[in-house]
């Protein structure tokens, strides 16, 4: 145990020391502030529209006015959990795959490996160690969100509202361990470096970006600009009962989707920050409770993926041939 | 033989070999290939749908997907690019530069009376060469997979569009094997090297496009054009903002060639900013000082 946590210390330590990591994680802070900023400009923008609309009404003395556009200011967050998914996952890899490569190249591996430790305590400790990174950095993200949504977007966060950015936190950072410990067990397995990070970028490239951008382009409402039914002028009762008639082909659509761990942190995070219209302002265990099987799968995904790179980060694999 | 054309037979030969490009080129290959019986069986599927809504009486306007053009079914085709090709596009460039670093024979190529501007304007035409075939080859099937939906074999106009959607095609994946080389030329890892234009390309791909239009990063990768916000600040950023977009300029001349009737107006202005982009990123490679490609690479 000791060896374990002395790896994840000096793992700690380095990513301390790492002036690239810090640009990343930067980097990433600095989108989601731009998202939550983009995000309130469009908002107020919609909000500028409708009063000129309902100005025109009452000097015209005609019509009834509409609703007015309603802040939600979790719904400001919606382009943030987009950035991780796609980007805050290519992060992840990177720092995934770096921990074992930088091992590899220093030479430091082989002087570790000549030392009695336990089985586990280098897959174990670097794991552990990056977790523990992303439990900082996931607080850290939140924290600027949070800042984000009350300072920029003029929002106000109840106490309901915090305890919902918390729980999505926590699947956050199940979502970024999981392919971090996925690109350690690949980095492990593959003898030349460089195919390693290939393979992770491709498998990156598949289920975070391909296969759900097939099935959002297969869904029959994202055919048009604005929507099909929006355009058709259907009511929500009458697209549900016309949609079902093709239950066949959502269900080929749908599951396309689900095959991507990605579109299970997705509807997840949405359904908890009250994104999806559905889920807005529902009670939180009510959310929980609909979600329930997406957050089983992710948390399942997120063991068997360090599960995997426990495993595969043997003595064996990592004495295989390097470039 | 001269060095422009030794390097660019060098690099074609060295992507042929590698075998993790094969995996790259035909994941962009295959889902070039498919996309056209993606938009084939979504349009069917929505026509059904369009169909009962009007049997039920719940709409009185027109299908919107009435005499859709031939070319409407690859345009998936484009999101394709802009994701797959970029980024393999991306590593052909990085693995381009940093292959003779790692193996040490920068010094030896520059010990003999080598000059650095036909080395690396061979190479870039090397990968141009990759590049394109590859296009040709998707694109190739792309046409067969559309004449046998359509039932004839598409005609003379379709298919100079498409060969102008290659053209776009390939101009954007040349600045992102530029911007790959260039990496690998200054990067002192060879991760960094590939994470940098990866970083660099979600930039121009999610963040720019955002900036200007308020578009969510996963919305940009539908072929459908998003609801753009307009008014004071959006106007603003986006005059700013659009010319730099490279991959929305992509996304906008490659809709109009392929005839989206939803993207109206010429293509000439996003091709010639792609082309500005390109000359741009081709200048800064074959100008790099010979000193900096004798760089030592860390790992």
Request: proline share 4%; net charge positive; hydrophobic share 55%.
């Amino acid at each position: 145990m000791t060896d374990l946590f002395t790896v994840a210390g000096k793992e700690l330590l380095d990513l301390r020391r790492d002036r690239l990591f810090v640009i990343l994680i930067s980097f990433l802070a600095v989108v989601i502030f731009i998202s939550v900023a983009v995000g309130a400009a469009d908002f107020r923008s919609q909000l500028e529209a409708y009063n000129r609309y309902v100005a025109d009404l009452t000097a015209s003395g005609t019509g009834v006015a509409p609703a007015a556009p309603q802040l939600f200011p979790l719904q400001l967050l919606r382009g943030g959990i987009e950035y991780l998914e796609i980007i805050g996952a290519l992060f992840a890899i990177v720092l995934g795959y770096g921990t074992i490569a930088k091992e590899k190249h220093r030479g430091t591996l082989q002087l570790f490996l000549t030392r009695p430790v336990n089985r586990f305590a280098f897959a174990g400790g670097k794991v552990a160690g990056l977790s523990l990174v992303w439990l900082v950095v996931v607080v850290i993200l939140t924290a600027v969100s949070i800042g984000a949504v009350v300072t920029i977007g003029g929002g106000t966060v109840t106490a309901t509202d915090l305890a919902r950015v918390a729980i999505t936190a926590g699947f956050v950072w199940f979502y970024l361990v999981f392919w971090t410990a996925l690109a350690v067990g690949l980095t492990s397995l593959s003898g030349r470096l460089s195919s390693a990070l290939i393979v992770a970028l491709v498998i990156w490239l598949a289920f975070v970006l391909v296969i759900p951008q097939i099935g959002d382009t297969m869904d029959p409402d994202n055919q048009v600009p604005g929507g099909l039914f929006a355009a058709l002028q259907i009511q929500k009762t009458d697209e549900l009962a016309v949609l079902a008639q093709f239950a066949g082909f959502d269900g080929i659509r749908n599951g396309l989707e689900v095959s991507s761990i990605t579109k299970h942190f997705e509807r997840l995070s949405f359904a908890l920050l009250g994104i999806k219209d559905a889920y807005n302002q529902q009670p939180i265990p009510v959310v929980l409770a609909a979600m329930l099987p997406y957050a089983i799968t992710l948390t399942a995904a997120t063991i068997a993926s360090v599960i995997f790179a426990t495993a595969a980060t043997t003595r064996r694999t990592l004495q295989r041939t390097q470039s | 033989m001269n060095v422009f054309l030794a390097s660019a037979g060098h690099e074609m030969l060295s992507v042929r070999r590698a075998r993790i490009s094969h995996l790259l080129l035909a994941v962009f290959v295959g889902m070039v290939s498919v996309s056209s019986i993606i938009g084939w069986i979504t349009n069917a599927t929505v026509t059904s749908v369009y169909e009962q809504i009007l049997a039920a009486g719940l709409t009185t306007a027109p299908n919107p997907f009435t005499s859709v053009p031939a070319l409407y079914y690859a345009r998936n085709a484009v999101i394709y690019v802009v994701l797959i090709g970029s980024l393999m596009a991306i590593v052909l460039g990085v693995q381009a530069t940093i292959r003779d670093r790692k193996a040490g024979t920068t010094s030896l190529i520059l010990s003999r009376p080598v000059g650095t501007i036909a080395r690396l304007a061979g190479q870039l035409a090397g990968l141009g060469a990759v590049i394109a075939a590859v296009l040709a080859v998707s694109m190739a099937i792309s046409w067969a997979a559309i004449s046998i939906i359509v039932g004839e074999a598409l005609g003379p106009d379709p298919t100079i569009r498409l060969i102008g959607f290659v053209g776009c095609a390939w101009t954007l994946l040349m600045v992102f094997a530029s911007v790959g080389m260039l990496a690998g030329i200054f990067s002192k890892r060879e991760s960094t090297a590939l994470l940098v234009p990866f970083v660099v390309w979600s930039g121009l791909a999610f963040v720019l496009p955002q900036l200007g239009t308020a578009a969510r990063p996963v919305a940009l990768l539908n072929p459908v054009p998003i609801t753009v916000a307009t008014g004071g600040y959006f106007d603003l950023v986006a005059a700013i903002t659009a010319p730099l977009a490279i991959t929305e300029q992509f996304k906008r001349a490659a809709s109009i060639l392929l005839q989206d009737v939803n993207v109206p107006g010429s293509p000439i202005g996003s091709i010639a900013i792609l082309i500005a982009f390109l000359l741009v990123a081709v200048t800064v490679v074959v100008f790099v000082p010979r000193q900096k490609l004798r760089g030592a690479l860390n790992d």
